[in-house]
């Protein structure tokens, strides 16, 4: 049975939608089938991930996330073939009037939940990316599924976010779905130059240890102008920074689903040789050590 994980957070521009396209293309192989969710009805995850021509003629075709929803069509006909093992239900403009309409529905905050429950043993993991709000959209993601990533951005308000997030998670378990739990929180848009990031992730690593990802996503040009071409960030540019915490990430997400406590980088590496294991360059104690190296340096020069 294919987990089911909700990428959310209720303050926006944290890199939620960056998170899950990257994230599930990196682990889309042969041998593990992904599906993305596009929940979010500004449908990013959609337009970066297929063509514009298959995107419109998904809307067309009325093949989208609030057919779903709202007329109860067959998820297996929606699903897109964005890549090789990696299958996208796309949004569209429709989705923005889901919340007024769910709100009359029956079972509202079960509609995602019920629907995907036929598709989830297709599936090694379902993805789903969720709109910047804790309306009836995010809702359903979060009674959908089995865990949540959190992208957190390496700011001192994403803090007090974080704290009413982790408060409407505790809710969310107690009133809907109590097997709902924390995957991760992942830092992103992490600059090891400025202070205040080291500051942000020794404040989380205090207060969620055990939950915090060890792997960092840096703040990095590639992650930014990748959609414009209308690729992820590892096949813009596969030796970027971004795409190399992006597979670390991955690797990292395996490993705690399958319960372990030490991720092997397995995914290929860019320039197509052998896999095997390989140093997490942007894990936290590495950047950690590198950020006193820099600060004995300057204090000794």
Known sequence: MGRIIAIANQKGGVGKTTTAINLAFAL?????KILLVDLDPQANSSSGL???DDLRAARQQKLTAYEVLLADADPQRVFCKARES???LPSGPDLVGAEVELASAARRE???SDLLARSRDDFSLILIDTPPSLGLLTLNALVAADAVIVPMQCEYYALEGLSALLDTLKRVRQALNPRLAIQGVVLTMYDARNRLSHEIAREVAKFLPSELFETVIPRNVRLSESPSHGLTALEYDPRS??????????????????????AILETPPPDGGESGPGPRKWGL??????SGERARKRAGG
């Open 86 to 88: 990696l299958y996208l």
């Open 110 to 112: 079960y509609r995602l």
């Open 50 to 52: 297929l063509a514009p």
């Open 285 to 290: 104690r590495a950047l950690f050590a590198r």
């Open 241 to 262: 920074a971004g795409a190399e915490a992006y597979r670390e990430l991955a690797a990292e997400l395996l490993a705690r689903v399958a319960g372990t406590s030490h």
């Open 28 to 32: 889309a192989q042969p041998e593990r």
